[in-house]
């Protein structure tokens, strides 16, 4: 691996969130979820392992 120039590691993991709106008088009052793709770039040097860390 090269240590010694920044490299771009991209991730888009996708996650799964439930929850419901006390109170809402509509169909927010039950529990219903919702789904999300976050997208993140990380840059800096890699480790031995290959690996972006904050050190």
Do not use: Q
Not at 31 to 51: K, P
């Amino acid at each position: 691996m090269n240590n010694h120039s920044n490299n771009f590691v991209k991730r888009y993991p996708d996650i799964s969130c439930g929850h419901r709106v006390y109170r809402h008088e509509s169909k927010c009052a039950h529990l219903h979820g919702h789904n999300y793709r976050i997208h993140f770039t990380v840059t800096g040097r890699l480790d031995a392992l290959g690996r972006v860390t904050d050190r």
